[in-house]
């Protein structure tokens, strides 16, 4: 997947095609839709791919997942609105030639429906598409825990991406929740909802690790949320993820953050430019996105392909792959 290129143009015709007709741009979870679209179920999938094409010769993979539950439905929202500003930041400014962006969605897969959604790669506007596709059930466990792990085991085992691949460079994976992850990814839940079968449970710094290897992987928590800022959180994540997690005081502020922490990570641009970039395309989140990364590092190095969970023991330490 991943052809086409995306026009801001057709995002602003549709958008105004729906507010003319009072169409919702989640029509599918608006409508009352409570299974999963058959476009982002992740279930017998064997791979999501982000491929390298005539058109796209340098894909570069950016997954977006974002938690659905509780006061965290309200974050597809704000990304359906803002992306433009997300795929002018990365294209218009040079950040990423060719960024392939796949968008999922996760719940609890201990007591919601749809617990796991998972979109394709791609470089047009058929990312408005799927988010459109996406049902926003807003459940839960209610327990400060939700099925992150499960999330990361479909990217783990279940996407392809050439820039891994072909040129070792990880892609990029950003998680936005409010919440912890189950201690362990469970065969009963993976089979029911991916399909496969495991003989037995993975832990989660287990299964972190190996998505780390293919993906750079970032959690961001934003303001809005049931816990945002809460120490509990916050601590949970960055014992697995280091300097890479990421907390936002404001929910409109996400798209702005991806593509920054996109460039950053890319090598082009450091934080000073991100920000006056921000103010250039008349953003006001520069001071937000601003403090939330002043703990980002920027650079990018290749990483051998045989990489191993050790290589990437020490997150705060590790270099932009």
């Known amino acids: 997947m991943g052809s086409g290129t995306w026009s801001t143009d057709v995002y602003d015709a ?4 729906r507010r003319a007709t009072g169409t919702s741009a989640f029509a599918y979870s608006d409508s009352g ?17 982000s491929r390298d094409s005539d058109e796209h010769p340098n894909s570069v993979a950016i997954a977006v997942l974002f938690d659905v539950t509780g006061s965290m439905g309200s974050v597809p929202r704000v990304l359906q609105q803002k992306l433009p500003q997300l795929l002018g930041l990365l294209l218009r400014k040079g950040y990423v030639k060719d960024p392939q962006i796949l968008f999922g969605a996760i719940g609890d897969a201990t007591c919601d429906r749809v617990p796991l959604q998972v979109g394709q790669f791609e470089s047009d506007n058929r990312l408005d598409e799927d988010l459109g596709r996406f049902v926003l ?23 392809s991406i050439d ?6 460079r ?15 990814v469970k065969p009963a839940e993976v089979e029911k909802v991916i399909g496969d079968r495991l003989a037995e449970p993975i832990g989660l710094r287990a299964i972190v690790d190996e998505v780390r290897r293919t993906y750079d992987t970032y959690y961001i928590l934003p303001a809005g949320s049931s816990y945002a800022g809460n120490a509990t959180i916050l601590d949970f994540w960055r014992d697995l993820l280091g300097q890479n997690v990421i907390a936002l005081d404001d929910l409109d502020a996400v798209c702005e953050t991806i593509a920054l922490t996109v460039g950053l990570g890319e090598d082009t641009i450091d934080l000073d430019e991100g920000l006056a970039d921000l103010q250039e395309v008349g953003s006001g989140a520069a001071e937000s996105v601003g403090k939330a990364l002043a703990r980002i590092g920027s650079g990018r190095a290749p990483v051998a392909t045989g990489s191993t969970p050790s290589d990437l023991a020490d997150p705060v330490s590790v270099e932009r792959l």
């Open 14 to 17: 549709a958008d105004r095609y």
């Open 163 to 168: 820039c891994f691949e072909k040129r070792g």
């Open 170 to 184: 990880r892609g990029y994976l950003f998680i936005i929740g409010d919440e912890q992850a189950y201690q362990r």
């Open 137 to 159: 059930e807003g459940g839960g466990g209610g327990q400060m825990t939700e099925s992150y792990e499960l999330a990361m085991y479909f990217m783990a085992r279940r996407t």
């Open 33 to 49: 839709a409570r299974t999963v679209h058959k476009a982002l179920d992740p279930k017998g999938v064997a791979a999501r791919e």
